[in-house]
């Protein structure tokens, strides 16, 4: 096992399956298997997952939603993701704890790092919802930042795309895929991985990210006993 805790960020369009919108049962069900596979070989997991598919807040202006009027409603999103994977892992038989950047008391605990760590230690899962609670930061941002605030050695960007290529390859069958890439060339190279912010956060403290086909059954198991899937950034 090359990892022990990890940071888990998961996009919510992955979560509609082959719905338009909402949250496919199947998908759920199918990421809490693997997710259980990696907590039951002693793995402390976080979770970070986004909201696409309920609501984006950086498309709401187009919609005549004020921007920080999105964010707040593209958070809310994320705890319905978040409470629906918690839901499903908690049926597969897992200790979870939810914990939000916002104050839901009825549905989340307030994010305190030292509480958030001692559950890891207690080998709960744990889900971050509704972002760091400010407007104008994404997902990928709330990834990095909960990563390095609870001494991740990794961030798992789990996609529907086995890593990071040079260009689109679902649009380009000759795209290349990269194995490994420094921060300095994805940067030069103007590769999407992140947003800016969140892929500064990861350089500036020395956290690799990997970017994996989450949708491909065994790939979280293989990442974790240190096989190479996907693009390594470091």
Known sequence: MKYKRVLLKLSGEALMGD???????????QYADEVKSVANQGVELAIVIG??????GVEAEANGIGR????YMGMLAT???A????SALEKEGMYTRLMAGLNMEQVCEPFIRRRAMRHLEKNRIVIFGAGIGNPYFTTDSTASLRAIEIEAEVVLKG????GVYDS?????????K???LSFQEAYEKNLNIMDMTAFTLCQENNLPIIVFDMNRKGNLNKLIAGENVGTLIS
């Open 19 to 29: 719905k338009t919108h909402g949250i496919d049962s199947a998908r759920l069900t």
């Open 83 to 86: 409470m629906a994977l918690q």
């Open 79 to 81: 705890v319905i993701n």
């Open 68 to 71: 920080v009027q999105g964010d």
């Open 159 to 162: 996609t529907r795309v086995d």
């Open 178 to 180: 990269f194995e490994n």
């Open 51 to 56: 909201g696409g598919n309920i609501f984006r």
């Open 168 to 176: 689109d390859p679902e649009k380009n069958e000759n795209a290349k």
